[in-house]
């Protein structure tokens, strides 16, 4: 199993962000905002990566870890089955 995977921002991330009214959630990914909040993941190395928690908590780690942020369902979709792996649903908490 993988650890930790370079995700690839959209291109209209910012302006999506921009769109964003009141108390929405972004996707991490792309800016848009979650209506169901079904995913989320670790983000680490500054945010441009999805990681496991044991990457993510290495010392050598901690210092680019970002926490954890929602991943919209069209995001996940994207996501090569491998980092699929990497993301949790928000019932198996």
């Known amino acids: 199993m ?3 995977a370079i995700v690839k921002f959209s291109s209209k ?4 962000l ?3 009214q009141g108390d929405d959630t972004p996707c991490f990914i792309c ?3 979650v209506r169901t909040q079904r995913y989320w993941a ?3 190395d500054g945010g441009l990566a999805i990681a496991s928690d044991e990457y993510a908590d290495r010392p050598e780690n901690i210092g680019g ?8 369902p069209e ?5 090569p089955d491998e980092v699929k792996m ?8």
């Open 65 to 72: 870890d970002m926490g954890c942020y929602p991943v919209g």
């Open 86 to 93: 990497l993301v949790k649903r928000f019932e198996d908490d």
């Open 13 to 16: 991330r910012r302006s999506n």
């Open 42 to 44: 670790r983000f680490s």
């Open 75 to 79: 995001c996940y979709r994207r996501l």
């Open 31 to 33: 800016g848009k905002a």
């Open 18 to 20: 921009l769109k964003l």
């Open 2 to 4: 993988i650890e930790s």
